[in-house]
């Protein structure tokens, strides 16, 4: 090999390295806005996206993100992928008149009990609902279907790398 043939491929190389290695991958999804119910503001829950992920013909479900509603009922999350994803939205963990719940493990039978803010804590810490802070806002009932995956009418076209803006108004 030639001293300018050696010369062009370590400047291949190094060009290789800085320009494709400078570039980052595709912007992670953002989604702000709006929950309202019946046209006034949801003041308070947490809204969740679940991974839709097409296998076949039968749609199945991995991963979720979720985000606290504030009181005005906007809502901002992020760092999700583009996909598609159902929505469910929950109002109950602020209603002043729950009784806090006790969740069993699966297979554990009665010994391994946690209570609802353990339960929290273990899904924050395995990832499953980052972006979640404590409840906050006024108490606003709505239909239990949005808040089940199975049975919410809400979902996501694909979301676009970069910011989506998403409104939500929930009827019965």
Same mark, same amino acid.
């Given at each position: 090999m030639t001293r300018s043939s050696r010369f062009l491929s370590a400047l291949s190389l190094f060009l290789l390295i800085v320009f494709g290695c400078s570039r980052s991958g595709p912007t992670p999804c953002?989604?702000?806005?709006?929950?309202?119910?019946?046209?006034?503001?949801?003041?308070?829950?947490?809204?969740?996206?679940?991974?839709?992920v097409a296998t076949g013909a039968d749609e199945e479900q991995s991963g979720? @993100?979720?985000?606290?509603?504030?009181?005005? *009922?906007?809502?901002? &999350?992020?760092?999700?992928?583009?996909?598609? %994803?159902?929505?469910?939205?929950?109002?109950?963990s602020i209603n002043p008149d729950r009784k806090t719940l006790i969740y069993q493990q699966p297979m554990g039978?009665?010994?391994?009990?946690?209570?609802?803010?353990? @339960?929290?804590?273990?899904?924050?810490?395995? *990832?499953?609902?980052? &972006?979640?802070?404590?409840?906050?806002?006024? %108490?606003?009932?709505?239909p239990a279907k949005y808040g089940d995956k199975k049975s919410s009418p809400l979902k996501t076209k694909k979301l676009e790398n970069g910011k989506n803006q998403l409104n939500f108004d929930l009827t019965d």
């Amino acid at each position: 090999m030639t001293r300018s043939s050696r010369f062009l491929s370590a400047l291949s190389l190094f060009l290789l390295i800085v320009f494709g290695c400078s570039r980052s991958g595709p912007t992670p999804c953002s989604v702000t806005g709006k929950v309202t119910y019946k046209g006034q503001p949801v003041t308070g829950g947490t809204i969740a996206f679940h991974r839709i992920v097409a296998t076949g013909a039968d749609e199945e479900q991995s991963g979720s @993100y979720g985000f606290s509603i504030k009181p005005d *009922g906007t809502y901002e &999350g992020a760092s999700m992928p583009p996909e598609e %994803y159902i929505v469910t939205i929950e109002t109950e963990s602020i209603n002043p008149d729950r009784k806090t719940l006790i969740y069993q493990q699966p297979m554990g039978g009665g010994k391994n009990k946690m209570t609802a803010d353990d @339960y929290k804590k273990k899904m924050q810490e395995m *990832g499953k609902f980052s &972006g979640v802070t404590e409840a906050q806002g006024a %108490y606003v009932k709505i239909p239990a279907k949005y808040g089940d995956k199975k049975s919410s009418p809400l979902k996501t076209k694909k979301l676009e790398n970069g910011k989506n803006q998403l409104n939500f108004d929930l009827t019965d």
